[in-house]
């Protein structure tokens, strides 16, 4: 019993140095989240300025039109057929999936980030506006440098949350040849028998980065929150 | 140096400021009072066109504010204005809450903004508190640093709404006295309040608001012995 439990582990670990494949796709898993997420930012940041700006000014009527667009579209079709649609259409000469993958997250996770930074922005007095409005600051600079910056520190948890979803999200990137933590689990699956202990192993991986990841974002809000200058 | 003419305000439906002319000169103290609702905010912020004017026209030394071709953000450099509930900028300092105007519109560089800064701080008493956030302050302090965050400026006309009304009663004097000193100074000012004693004593002309309208104005020793409109001297009897 206990050495057909070490054979099993032998097999999905150490034969052919199978474990290399877990991290490679650990790594993969990780990078691709951590690139789209910034990406994401950068997008959903942009959208949600745009539309706070359209809907007190009446301004960017055609960027506001592309931006309500560009979110019913995201948040109106599944994930996966996104990334298949980046990869096998858009970028259908690409012949590795991870910049893709990114991309494609990145810009998925935008439209969630946007709602995030609107409601962020939205959340931040009005007066502030008005005093920075009042000292001769144009709206631009009032939004830089007194709007934004409050917005952003009143979203931080919520885009570590974002973060910790796109994640565990990534696991579908074996759809388009990416070998990422569950995509590695699944070779090794298939080229071991085995299937409980590579499945759960990735799954321990998941469930491991998700809690230390969800107890940094802890840390965080506390010293946020014992920072906050009120 | 602030001239108004036929000003309306409607929010909606709602008429909020009829048919206000007014004019105020240089080195006037005027004090807007009135039943709460009256307009006496819509009608300051509509001076700095935070309040965009349904009809009518706003001049500022000359230059009709109102007009789409006037550049607003220029004008607002030389007009200040201090709110109930000060609009500090919690993420910054107290120094950096001074200067960022100044140097963000390229009218000082940081050594000299940081100089007057702190020349500002040190005569309110606070020059101790630059590097600390708003949230450390006193609500009196708070007020106190929006009023030279104004000032670093050197705006020409300060514009005040019940720069008193949110705080404690121990801390109105600092506030008053401030406001005082900037008035014996010779600053152009607008203020509303409820302070009837401190209008009294810093006004040269007190204007009292009722339903959008300026129904009776005077100096201020005229204004409070010999009101004229009934609902003036019904107001008087309330809060006096
Ligand atoms: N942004 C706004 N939208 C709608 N109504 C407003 C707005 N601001 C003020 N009002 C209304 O205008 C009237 C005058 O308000 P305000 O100028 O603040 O009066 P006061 O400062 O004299 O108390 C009030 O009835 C108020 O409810
Ligand atoms: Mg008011």
């Known amino acids: 019993m206990f050495a057909d439990f070490?054979?099993?582990?032998?097999?999905?670990?150490?034969?052919?140095?199978?474990?290399?494949?877990?991290?490679?796709?650990?790594?993969?898993?990780?990078?691709?989240?951590?690139?789209?997420?910034?990406?994401?930012?950068?997008?959903?940041?942009?959208?949600?300025?745009?539309?706070?700006?359209?809907?007190?000014?009446?301004?960017?009527?055609?960027?506001?039109?592309?931006?309500?667009?560009?979110?019913?579209?995201?948040?109106?079709?599944?994930?996966?057929?996104?990334?298949?649609?980046?990869?096998?259409?858009?970028?259908?000469?690409?012949?590795?999936?991870?910049?893709?993958?990114?991309?494609?997250?990145?810009?998925?996770?935008?439209?969630?980030?946007?709602?995030?930074?609107?409601?962020?922005?939205?959340?931040?007095?009005?007066?502030?506006?008005?005093?920075?409005?009042?000292?001769?600051?144009?709206?631009?600079?009032?939004?830089?440098?007194?709007?934004?910056?409050?917005?952003?520190?009143?979203?931080?948890?919520?885009?570590?949350?974002?973060?910790?979803?796109?994640?565990?999200?990534?696991?579908?990137?074996?759809?388009?040849?990416?070998?990422?933590?569950?995509r590695a689990a699944d070779i090794i699956r298939g080229q071991s028998y085995e299937a409980f202990i590579p499945l759960f192993t990735a799954a321990a991986m998941y469930l491991i980065i998700v809690i230390i990841l969800t107890q940094l974002l802890k840390v965080f809000e506390r010293r946020l929150a014992k920072s906050d200058r009120g | 140096m602030i001239e108004v003419k036929n000003l309306y305000k409607k929010f909606g439906q709602l008429e909020v400021l009829h048919d206000i002319s007014e004019t105020i000169n240089e080195g006037e103290k005027v004090v807007i009072i009135g039943p709460s609702g009256s307009g006496k905010s819509t009608f300051l912020r509509c001076l700095n066109l935070l309040e965009e004017p349904t009809s009518g026209e706003i001049y500022f030394r000359g230059q009709n504010i109102t007009d789409k071709s006037c550049d607003i953000d220029k004008m607002r450099q030389k007009m200040g204005m201090v709110f109930q509930l000060f609009h500090l900028f919690p993420h910054k300092t107290i120094l950096e809450n001074i200067t960022m105007a100044p140097i963000l519109l390229k009218l000082m560089n940081k050594k000299q903004a940081e100089e007057k800064a702190y020349g500002l701080l040190e005569r309110i008493g606070l020059a101790d508190k630059a590097l600390t956030y708003p949230g450390k302050l006193s609500g009196g302090q708070k007020q106190r640093i929006a009023i030279i965050r104004s000032l670093a400026m050197n705006p020409e006309v300060m514009l005040f709404d019940e720069p008193t009304s949110a705080l404690d009663p121990e801390m109105i004097g600092e506030v008053l006295d401030l406001i005082h000193e900037l008035a014996d100074e010779g600053m152009t000012m607008v203020l509303v309040t409820h302070e009837m004693g401190f209008a009294r004593e810093v006004g040269t002309r007190i204007l009292f608001m009722d339903a959008g309208s300026i129904v009776e104005q005077n100096k201020p020793a005229e204004f409070f012995a010999n009101p004229q409109n009934p609902r003036l001297k019904s107001f008087l009897d309330a809060v006096l």
């Open chain 1, 6 to 182: 070490t054979h099993s582990l032998y097999k999905c670990f150490i034969y052919k140095d199978r474990y290399l494949l877990f991290i490679e796709g650990i790594q993969n898993t990780l990078l691709i989240a951590l690139v789209a997420v910034f990406i994401g930012i950068a997008i959903g940041m942009l959208i949600a300025v745009i539309r706070v700006y359209h809907q007190q000014t009446g301004k960017f009527k055609f960027a506001n039109a592309v931006c309500g667009l560009y979110l019913t579209v995201i948040r109106g079709t599944p994930m996966v057929v996104q990334l298949l649609i980046m990869y096998f259409v858009i970028f259908a000469s690409a012949r590795n999936g991870v910049p893709v993958a990114m991309l494609a997250f990145g810009i998925n996770s935008g439209a969630y980030v946007a709602e995030i930074f609107r409601a962020g922005i939205q959340a931040v007095d009005k007066g502030q506006t008005e005093a920075g409005r009042s000292l001769g600051l144009s709206s631009a600079q009032t939004m830089r440098h007194i709007v934004l910056p409050q917005a952003i520190k009143n979203v931080l948890p919520a885009l570590g949350n974002e973060f910790i979803v796109l994640f565990k999200e990534t696991a579908i990137v074996g759809y388009i040849a990416i070998v990422d933590l569950t």
